[in-house]
């Protein structure tokens, strides 16, 4: 017998009988002599029953670290899980990772072997701490010996791939796949910015790392901007905001609002056959960018979830179609940088093979197999 409890649960537990009450906030009450407590609550440190949490940031004098701003409730931490301390300032010997932590969200129940964004996250900390601890012991011995060596607690100059500050990408629409792609791109080292709707806090507080900037100004501050609202959004975007700008059209035509967009904006172009892949449509719409279709064929979770290392055997390909070479490099080598293989597929007119329902639309493949698929279908036309 189920009997669902509705909202406000309220449970208690009595020591001496050893039972569970459960009582809805409609009046349902259910007890049992078992409980299954699969709960996540919202983090929140200072209001923590466990004292060891609780004092990481109200300890008064004796906190070692304080509450992020950017994510309430959580424990602030650096891009490197070191706790930042009451001063604003990292400790050396002290991490931090989990969701009760300011660190960007990723997805946790993630399988083994799938180099996963949160295996990858304690791979990384773990040489962290095994770095750190090594210093600690060459610091221990040099003593010893009374030699002088580098303080310990910094760890050294080991590049950490989440500072590269070569390529900015701009991220229009944060939705699911904007916010997706914003998240895989952050861990990866590339700086975002971001444009959308929601207030700046609300933003911040969604996608921790990321800048908030207005869309004016959005491609004027990347090298690459993706553009991730939906197909009838983009077909209005204002074009002398994109001058110039290397551009991704993610977009896909789904329901009523975009077949009237492609609609109008065909018989606009005089495409009365509908020949046109519809990033031809948008690249007509701006005219002064260059736009490289791509993302198309892939599941939101999957851009966070599929990236792997250069060289990995199973690293997926993302098919990639583009009129100018350049834009396609500069968003190969984003794609690259976020764990991914680009495939030139050829020039955005051949990219409406990307779209729904057309060959390259689904499917994981490997690089190999996209391009053999790739050559298929044009061996068929
Ligand atoms: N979801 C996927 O897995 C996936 C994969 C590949 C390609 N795509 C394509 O990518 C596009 C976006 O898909 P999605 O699933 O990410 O959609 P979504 O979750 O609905 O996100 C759309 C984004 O566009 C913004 N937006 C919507 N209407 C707008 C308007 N009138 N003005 C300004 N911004 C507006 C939304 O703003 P708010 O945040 O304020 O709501 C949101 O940030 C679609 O064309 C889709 O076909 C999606």
Redesign the pocket.
Known sequence: MVHFLGPRVRVSADESSGLFTARGGAGTRVTTDALVDAFLPEPSLAESTNPLLRDLVTGGGTAVGRESAASPGTLEVDSRHRVIGPDGRAQPQLWAVGPWTSELPIGAFARPRTNAPCHRRNDALARDLLHAALRHGKTARANAANLSVESPGEPAAEPTPRTVRSLRLGVL??????SALTRAALRRGVEVAVA???PATALAARLPGARHVGPDVLASSCDVVAI????H?ALALEPAAFQGAVVID???P?GEADAAAVAAARAELGDLDGRLSTSELLAARLPAAHVVKT??H???HDVEDHGREDGDPQRRAIAVAADDQRAADAVGRLLQRIGFEPVQVGTLAEGRELEPGAGLFSGWSTRDELSRLRRELVRVA
Not at 173 to 178: D, T
């Open positions: 629409g944060p939705g699911k796949i904007g959308g709707r929601s991730t609202v939906p197909l959004v993610a977009t896909n789904w993302l198309n892939i599941g939101y």
